[in-house]
């Protein structure tokens, strides 16, 4: 498999009860961990890349020390904060070695503490800004990235294509990795919960060896049209990811692609729109397959499943589902 199991996007600040402690995936009982906030709100993941125990944040400014806690196995771990990315805190490799219960990329349960002193996580704080190292235009300083943060891939194969919450479908892009300064020139065929997710052959045009995430990059929009806006390559009810039940017409509960994490068990999901305990139904537009999941935490996602629901789901080799429909089954 070509691809490491999801990035999975989170954000938020987590709330302390009297009883339990607030953590960054759910409530802890407070005999399980010191009752303390997190200061990031859902699941824990990780990039390919190694290196020092490090983090990248669209929340914390460069430099800001952090400590993450697995509440699953009381391991800890202290970094720094690096670079921008998609997620409030987005370990590397060495990090999430260090907190990992074995077979796991993904940290549900987890407490994240600021350690420097500094305010608590501020929407934004970490993403990149125009003139920034994540920024400049065709590998010039100064010119600015239409997109903030990292930028990942999906397995799916053929020509150089991205899917992208905020551009349409049509949209010609061109992405470069400013660590090596190669580039690759691709169109948007779809919706996805990332400003541009590249598909397994553009990555391959720009990647270093052995790792799936390029965290200084710029991309440009090469057709003259506005620069991205929020939600603009999300899919509307009645378009092609919303077909309720396979049928043309029925709005789907979530816009953009289905992805999971690598947590096994009965099917199951965890959601950033649906509290726990709320039972969902997910079909695969491409195969008219469908699972039926419990929403059992959040994430930084519409609708996250876990390893058992997406292979119920999934197409042979592909790690995510652009063509789908969510519904909520009361």
């Known amino acids: 498999m070509r691809v490491q199991r999801k990035h999975v ?30 200061v990031c709100q859902g ?18 400014p460069v430099g800001t020390r952090l400590r993450v806690t697995n509440l699953d196995n009381n391991r800890s771990t202290t970094v720094t904060v690096t670079g921008p990315s998609g997620s409030c805190v987005l370990l590397n490799a060495t990090a999430m070695d260090q907190v990992r219960e074995p077979g796991k990329n993904v940290i549900r349960r987890n407490v994240v503490e600021r350690l420097d002193g500094g305010d608590a996580a501020q929407p934004g704080g970490g993403a990149a800004q125009p003139g920034g190292a994540n920024q400049p235009g065709s ?51 779809g919706p996805s919960g990332s400003c541009v997710l590249l598909n397994a052959t553009a990555m391959d045009q720009v990647r270093e060896p052995g790792k799936n995430v390029i965290r200084r990059n710029v991309v440009e929009r090469l057709d003259g049209g506005d620069a991205a806006q ?64 419990t929403v059992t935490g959040p994430s930084g996602s519409c609708v996250l499943l876990n390893a058992t629901a997406m292979d119920q789901v999934r197409e042979p080799g592909k790690n995510v589902i652009r063509r789908n429909v969510v519904e909520v089954l009361r």
């Open 230 to 293: 929020p939600g603009g390559g999300a899919a509307q009810p009645g378009g092609a990811n919303q077909p309720g039940s396979g049928q043309p017409g029925a709005a789907s509960a979530c816009a953009g692609s289905v992805t999971f994490s690598a947590e096994g068990g009965a099917p199951a999901a965890t959601s950033d729109r649906f509290p726990v305990g709320t039972r969902l139904r997910v079909t695969n537009l491409d195969n008219n397959r469908s699972t039926t999941v």
């Open 9 to 38: 996007l989170a954000a938020g600040v987590a709330v302390v009860a009297s009883a339990v402690v607030a953590v960054g995936t759910g409530l802890g009982f407070a005999d399980s961990a010191p009752a303390r906030a997190s």
């Open 43 to 60: 699941s824990v993941t990780f990039s390919a890349e190694g290196g020092a125990p490090a983090a990248t944040s669209d929340r914390f």
């Open 139 to 189: 590998g010039q300083p100064g010119a600015a990235s239409a997109c903030a943060g990292s930028v990942t891939f999906s397995a799916e194969g053929g020509a150089p294509a991205a899917t992208s919450d905020r551009f349409p479908v049509g949209t010609r892009l061109r992405v470069t990795n400013l660590d090596n300064n190669r580039s690759t020139t691709v169109t948007v065929t």
